[in-house]
């Protein structure tokens, strides 16, 4: 490496670090500005292609987010009327289902105690009450946290009023910003960073696009399923289970744990349980083998775990501005990996004397 090479790669270094401390810093007031630049990256599209049929790029950015928001707001009017009729139902009914799960553990508590001996018995109840007792903290703890770091009212507010701001600038001067930052690339490697560019552009694009048509076919089918059934509340479930569906496993894992949970107090028996494993089972067959692989694909190279990992790791570090961030960070990360092994695979690092070129 040259000194030239290294004075470059110490520059790029430093410009991350200071990136990210400054994202950590700055991340209370981040969360609108990083929404505002999500809108602004899908709707170029859409954008470019009215810029084409010779709309103003101004008005076309007006169109583009006013169309946005009324899709937004036509969802919401045809959702929330049903989920708040179930949440309200749910809200009421929630009494009564503590005391159903409460008259459930204690005759499972009679079971254990005819069944077991005295101490094995008095071992259980001491571990199930601890676990209950840490299942408490961890549910008062997260909804604290949510509070004051998620969906506080000033948070919330800056959301709804500066993120249609941020989207519209930023939508209006994209191309302009594009070619502002590309003027800045050391334009030794101009050819090479365009290139990589491109690929992750074209990874975080499919693998969101192709994500959210997933949450939107899995959010469906469990709520229409879980209804089907006689599975009350299961339109809650469903549209719970699509969301979180975006998080590889989670949405199936809390949509599964949540249905069997209230289908044990509704139902009690073997055949109410059974018929929510097997709509879960069908459903994630469904998603594994049909609509990831139709939707997703293989061609945006970002692994389940690789996901998994980059939001749980920005989400702890950043909070949801952190789970706003995972994606495209994972995407670029994903890409620059791959382009520097093959760049190793290919130097004498890896074969110096050339043999596996050769093979």
């Known amino acids: 490496m040259t000194a030239g090479q290294r004075q470059q790669a110490f520059f790029w270094l430093g410009a991350l670090v200071v990136f990210f401390l400054l994202v950590h810093l700055l991340s209370p007031i981040l969360l609108p500005f990083a929404a505002g630049s999500a809108i602004a990256y899908f709707l170029d599209p859409a954008v470019s292609r009215l810029e084409r049929w010779h709309v103003p790029r101004a008005l076309a950015t007006v169109l583009a987010l006013l169309l946005f928001v009324v899709l937004l707001l036509a969802v919401f009017a045809l959702l929330v009327p049903l989920v708040r009729l179930q949440a309200a139902e749910l809200s009421s009914r929630v009494p009564g289902l503590v005391d159903a799960a409460r008259g459930r553990l204690a005759q499972l508590m009679q079971f254990a105690q005819r069944h077991l001996a005295p101490e094995d018995f008095a071992k259980a109840r001491d571990a199930l009450g601890n676990a209950v007792g840490d299942i408490a903290g961890w549910l ?25 701001i941020v989207a519209f600038f930023l939508l209006r001067d994209w191309e302009r910003i594009v070619r502002r930052v590309d003027s800045w690339l050391p334009r030794q490697h101009l050819a090479t960073i365009r290139e990589q560019a491109k690929i992750v552009d074209a990874t975080l694009a499919g693998y969101v696009h192709g994500q959210l048509l997933v949450c939107l076919g899995v959010g469906i089918y469990y709520a229409a399923a879980l209804s089907l059934i006689g599975l009350e509340f299961g339109l809650i479930i469903g549209v719970l289970a699509g969301i979180l569906t975006f998080i590889p496993y989670v949405g199936f894992a809390t949509g599964l744990v949540l249905a069997l949970s209230l289908a044990l107090i509704q139902f009690g028996s073997f055949s109410g349980l059974l018929a929510v494993i097997v709509v879960f089972a069908i459903g994630q067959v469904l998603e594994s083998n049909i609509l990831a692989p139709k939707l997703v694909g293989q061609r945006v190279h970002l692994h389940p775990v690789w996901v998994i990992f980059a939001l ?16 495209p960070t994972a995407a670029v990360i994903g890409v620059l990996v791959r382009f520097m092994l093959a760049r190793y695979l290919a130097s004498s690092l890896y074969d110096p004397a050339g043999r596996h070129s050769a093979d």
């Open 140 to 164: 008062a703890r997260f909804l604290q946290s949510v509070l004051t770091s998620g969906i506080a009212l000033a948070n919330l507010l800056s959301l709804i009023f500066i993120t249609p």
């Open 312 to 327: 749980l790791a920005f989400g702890s570090v950043f909070g949801f501005l952190g789970v706003l961030l995972a994606l």
